[in-house]
Nanobody, 132 residues
Framework: QLQLVESGGGTVQPGGSLRLSCAAS????????VGWFRQAPGQAREGISC????????DYSASVKERFTISRDSNTHTVYLQMNYLKPEDSAVYYC?????????????????????????WGQGTQVTVSA
């Protein structure tokens, strides 16, 4: 079972930045398409970004587009989510998710890569709080 470990959450003021990281405990994240989801208290889980296995494709939800950037580093076997211009409504638990699908986040495969059912593996989550 793939174990995903997120890090980088914390508290930041509105307009600030955070960078989340996601790695697999066994170092195999390079073989997976990866996404980020978030869930605020009392709200539905939201898919906000994904990146294909080789990193050539990315996608974002409308709520984070132009503010967040997903990337991956094959040297460190890590996926990053750079979050800029943070707003209080970005406060949530952020989850790294992964699936061993070549098609994930490419627009091919006939499924939506920002839906939770596209993924098999979930991290434990890291809290992001945006507050003055």
């Amino acid at each position: 079972q793939l174990q995903l470990v997120e890090s980088g959450g914390g508290t930041v003021q509105p307009g600030g930045s955070l960078r989340l990281s996601c790695a697999a405990s066994d170092g195999t994240l390079d073989y997976y398409g990866v996404g980020w989801f978030r869930q605020a208290p009392g709200q539905a889980r939201e898919g906000i970004s994904c990146i294909s296995r080789r990193g050539g494709y990315t996608d974002y939800s409308a709520s984070v587009k132009e503010r967040f950037t997903i990337s991956r580093d094959s040297n460190t076997h890590t996926v990053y989510l750079q979050m800029n211009y943070l707003k209080p409504e970005d406060s949530a638990v952020y989850y790294c998710v992964a699936a061993p699908k070549v098609s994930l986040c490419t627009g091919y495969g006939g499924y939506d890569s920002l839906r939770s059912d596209a993924y098999e593996h979930w991290g434990q989550g890291t809290q992001v709080t945006v507050s003055a």
